[in-house]
C-alpha cells in the first residue's frame, strides 16, 4: 500500500513538472541572425532607406573609420596627466610605463602610453629601447 502510494505521488510529480519543462528548440526552427536581419530589411519601406553612397564636397577627403570623441577629456585634465607623467619622469630619472601607471593612479596605460607619445612628439620626453623594454627621461 505504501509503494502504491509512493508511486502515485511521483507520477503526479513528474507530471507537474513536465507541464513547467520549457519547450525544446531543434536547430532548424532556432532564429538565425542572417534570418532577422532579412525579415527587418523587408519591414523597412524602401524609400525609408538610405542611399548606399556617400559623396563628400571635393574640398574634404570622405573619412572612413570611427569619429574621435575628445568631449569627455577637458583641457585641464591632459595637462594634469602630462604633468604628473612629467614628475614622475622626473624624480626617477628613467623611467618606463609600468613604473608611471604604479604611481599615477585612474589613469590606464594606455592613456599614458598616448600621453608620452605626445610629449615625445612635442620634444620634452626622450624615448629609449624598444616595446616592453621602453624606458622615458627628460632631455
Known sequence: MNAE???REAHSLLQE???YEEPRLFLDEAPTLSGIAKQALRREAPQAMAPSR???PKDQPLRKGHIKDT???SDTNIKDRREAVLS???DKGRASIKDISTLIRDV???TIQRELLALISAGMVL???E???STYSLP
Open 54 to 56: 556617400i559623396s563628400a
Open 127 to 129: 624615448k629609449q629601447g
Open 108 to 110: 590606464s596605460e594606455k
Open 71 to 73: 568631449n569627455g577629456v
Open 5 to 7: 502510494l509512493i508511486t
Open 17 to 19: 513538472v513536465a507541464g
Open 88 to 90: 614622475v619622469i622626473r
Open 131 to 133: 616595446r616592453r623594454w
